[in-house]
């Protein structure tokens, strides 16, 4: 066990079992006891189903003796090959409430984080392109964002890597994006929006004094396009 004492929380017992399931998968059940706060439970279940599909799931539950509120916190990942050579990846994190990982978690950087996020992405690589679709959620923490969430629901990104053009010296790549972006939050927080965002780069290769000295000037553009009034739409959280 481990003993340990806070301001907060008064005199803590915690005690952890572990469970190697198989080969492939395992799991570790705690529990914590706050002198001042209540009995803690913990999952975590870590899981290898295959060399593309793997992931953590971690769950947390107290009734808080302060207020006698139920509070929980859950992370997930998850990574999952699909046919067609399509990778799918998860992140949820979720919690109760803003102040669950200040008043629990035992890492500083963890007591300390002010957002939190969840996505959820697919990706398809070519052999000079890719295609990726994502969904992502980021919630503010801070007492002053409280109820704001930023979210991309959903982006589609298109990037093409570095490749020559036409059979000529020159070189382009590009990586183009498409997002609806919404914003949860106070009265005249809120904001809905789409943004299209262009950008290819051209470059040349020039070898001097028999290529001794190789010079790669370069030539990026970038074009931003929003539907309606860049000024209010262009936040930079988002």
């Known amino acids: 066990p481990n003993i340990g004492r806070s301001t907060s929380k008064g005199f803590t017992v915690r005690n952890a079992f572990f ?17 001042e706060r209540g009995h803690k439970a913990e999952l975590e279940y870590r899981y290898k189903y295959s060399k593309q599909t793997d992931g953590t799931f971690e769950g947390q539950y107290i009734r ?7 509070r929980k916190r859950l992370k997930w990942t998850h990574r999952h090959g699909l046919p067609y050579a399509i ?22 950087e963890d007591r300390t984080r002010r957002k939190i996020e969840s996505n959820v992405s697919v990706t398809r690589n ?42 000529s010296p020159l070189y382009v790549e590009q990586k183009s994006q498409i997002s609806r972006l919404k914003r949860e939050g106070k009265e005249g927080e809120a904001l809905d929006f789409i943004r299209v965002d262009i950008q290819p780069t051209l470059s040349l290769s020039l070898n001097l004094i028999k290529q ?7 030539l990026q553009l970038r074009e931003t396009y929003y539907p309606r009034d860049a000024e209010t739409a262009s936040d930079p959280d988002l």
């Open 19 to 35: 469970w190697e399931i198989s080969d492939s998968q395992d799991a570790t059940l705690s529990h914590t006891y706050y002198q």
């Open 64 to 70: 808080d003796k302060l207020d006698l509120t139920e």
């Open 87 to 108: 990778k799918a990846r998860m992140n949820l994190n979720l919690t109760s409430d803003d102040q669950f990982d200040e008043d629990f978690e035992t890492r500083l």
């Open 126 to 167: 070519f052999s000079q392109h890719s295609i990726h679709l994502l969904f992502d959620r980021e919630d503010d923490l801070r007492e002053e964002g409280a109820d704001r969430a930023d979210q991309r629901f959903p982006e589609l990104q298109f990037t093409s890597q570095k490749q020559r053009l036409f059979g």
């Open 212 to 218: 001794a000295l190789t010079i790669n000037p370069s």
